[in-house]
């Protein structure tokens, strides 16, 4: 399996695998909003600059 070079990208692979499992497993953990509110900024800003 290859690993993704793009930081963008492997936040946002990380962002759906963490949102799915909670879901999926109906977990949550404190600051659980915020956690995912940050992954999401950070992959969408690095995948807009291209990195």
Not at 10 to 16: D, E, G, P, R, T
Not at 26 to 49: D, H, K, P, T
Request: hydrophobic share 65%; glycine share 10%.
């Amino acid at each position: 399996m290859k690993v993704t070079k793009n930081l963008g990208m492997l936040l946002l692979s990380i962002w759906l695998i963490v949102n799915g499992l909670a879901m999926l497993l109906r977990f949550s953990f404190e600051g659980q909003s915020l956690i995912m509110a940050i992954l999401a900024l950070a992959a969408g800003v690095l995948i807009l600059i291209g990195r």
